[in-house]
């Protein structure tokens, strides 16, 4: 039978009797690449591109899978970065950290998946950021839009008093 790769993680999934022998090879990759989704991945823009595309292999190690995605690169223009297959559904953190080509910019990532909303990431800016996976018409979205944060404390201490809170307040704008 052929391989399954319908999951978030493209991950291979072996079917009842299927693999004798073997399956322990498809399960060692497998448990790989469930840590990669968890690591830090770096992707390069082709100089001055204004899309590109990001994809996360079929039962293969790559950088698309990292839940942190660092994308470098001289750009001349915003960049469209879609993110694929279309049918994935996870979170990933975006960092720009693209540089700019000698024209005007610096410049955005405007990331996409389908045909539905996307969020854009300024330069030297990192967003947390989770795509829908509803193929054609799949959106990305900010992952903390309407964050509610009741108590901050920092270094493990409150805020000694009024003055300090409107400090931080200013601090994280």
């Known amino acids: 039978m052929a ?16 693999q004798s022998g073997s399956w322990g090879t ?10 990669e989704a968890f690591s830090f991945g770096t992707e390069a823009i082709t100089t001055n591109q ?3 595309t990001t ?7 790559s950088q698309g899978r990292s839940m942190y995605l ?11 970065v879609t993110l694929g ?8 953190i975006i960092e720009n ?25 300024a330069n030297g800016q990192t967003s947390a950021v989770i795509s829908n996976g509803n193929n054609t018409t799949a959106s990305v979205t900010n992952a903390f839009t309407g964050l509610s944060v009741p108590s901050l404390f920092i270094a493990g201490s409150a805020p000694a008093g009024i003055g300090d809170v409107l400090a931080l307040s200013i601090a994280l704008g």
């Open 3 to 18: 391989s399954v790769y319908t999951n978030d993680l493209r991950l291979e999934e072996i079917g009842t009797g299927e």
């Open 26 to 35: 498809t399960t060692n990759r497998n448990l790989d690449l469930i840590a």
């Open 50 to 52: 204004s899309t590109h």
């Open 55 to 61: 994809s996360i292999a079929d039962g293969q190690t």
């Open 70 to 80: 660092k994308y470098t690169g001289a750009l001349n223009s915003n960049c469209t």
């Open 85 to 92: 297959p279309n049918t994935v559904s996870k979170l990933w």
């Open 97 to 121: 950290a693209t540089t700019d080509s000698g024209s005007s910019g610096p410049y955005s990532l405007v990331i996409s998946q389908g045909s539905g909303a996307n969020v854009t990431i």
